[in-house]
């Protein structure tokens, strides 16, 4: 039994590597280009913990809007509650 869970394990690794692997940009990849890791995956074990610690990148934080000039964005719409006009017509 224990050797099976751990083929199960190194399998389910495996395959959750592979499809991270497939599924990260080009740009989010370190140390070693995507076809290589693509090899390393395949390891058993140690190539899919390493992609997973060593080879995925962070993703990059979303770009901040920038005020220039003293331009300030116009603000977003209102909900009824925050309309004063609104509330004056109930």
């Known amino acids: 039994m224990g050797k099976a869970l751990l083929l199960v394990v190194g399998v389910v690794l495996v395959v959750y590597a592979v ?50 000039g003293g331009w300030t964005p116009p603000p977003g719409p209102k909900g009824p509650d925050d309309d004063p006009d609104y509330l004056r017509n109930l």
């Not at 997973?52 to 934080?61: E, L, N, S, T, Y």
């Open 19 to 68: 499809f991270d692997l497939i599924a990260t940009p080009k740009h989010q990849v370190r140390v070693l280009p995507k076809a290589v890791w693509i090899l390393v995956v395949f390891i058993p074990f140690a190539g899919a913990l390493l992609w997973i610690f060593v080879g995925h990148g962070k993703q990059a934080p979303p770009p901040q809007p920038r005020n220039t």
